[in-house]
């Protein structure tokens, strides 16, 4: 469904009360250096229960990542920025808790299929 | 501690005694005007988005946009016919109008368009996808 028109992209928004959330992002970001982005992603969602420093170790292990880099990137300024970023760009436009979703710049109220359907529609008669 | 006890005591005590009636008869305010616009058309009715980026302003013909943080008005929405009330709502970022005259309601949803960067990001789809979905999300 949509899948030649629509591209999905996760911007980091780790809350503060959520420990682990920064380093998990920072994590997810530094396994897009080496390919595994939406794999250590969805690991991730798949343990959000028991995120920890360890675990992190654990999944980049389980996802043959180079641990030497992926410990490396994980700690870049480059990583550091996009969440910066992300959050200052979350924060601007009224963000306040995850997920929230903007589809082509316009935040999404409905969060049922039929909002995320509706929308896209919308946007694609548009083009 | 008994004394740290005392002295919180007594301070609720005072709080309690006086604080109201002290705030009250001493409250001020202070104000700044920081700007005027001449909107062309007699106000109507005014409303404001639930995050405070959209006042709205009803006038004969249009619905004046006025954004407080780029302190201008941003955007006219022309209307087809006249309206003497406007309500927002928060669900699905609705305006609701309103005419006593001619017994019409018409309710127009009012999106604002953020600009969202996302380079230096992972992406699924398309690189050149007419639609991009952005979720801010955590892991935990």
Known sequence: ?127 | MYKRAQIWGAVVFMFMSFGVLELSDSAEIDWTVIKQFDIGSKPLDVAASDDGQMVFVLTKREIVVYSPDKNSIFKRIPLDQEFDKIEYSTRGSLLVLTSSTLNTLKVIRVDQIYPIDISGLAFKGPGNASVTIAVFDDYQ
Request: proline share 2%; aromatic share 10%; glycine share 6%.
């Open chain 1, 1 to 127: 469904m949509f899948s030649n028109e629509v591209k999905l992209v996760v911007k980091n928004f780790p809350l503060n009360n959520h420990k682990f959330a920064r380093k998990a992002a920072q994590a997810a970001l530094a396994a897009k250096e080496q390919g595994k982005f939406w794999e250590f992603h969805h690991t991730l969602f798949q343990n959000y229960k028991s995120i920890n420093d360890g675990k992190i170790q654990d999944i980049a292990k389980e996802l043959n990542l180079d641990m030497e880099k992926f410990n490396k990137d994980m700690n870049s300024k480059a990583v550091q920025y996009i969440i910066n970023r992300d959050v200052q760009d979350g924060r601007k436009i009224g963000v306040r808790g995850t997920p929230t979703v903007y589809i082509n710049g316009k935040r999404l109220n409905d969060r049922k299929l039929s909002g995320f359907t509706e929308m896209i529609e919308a946007e694609l008669k548009k083009k």
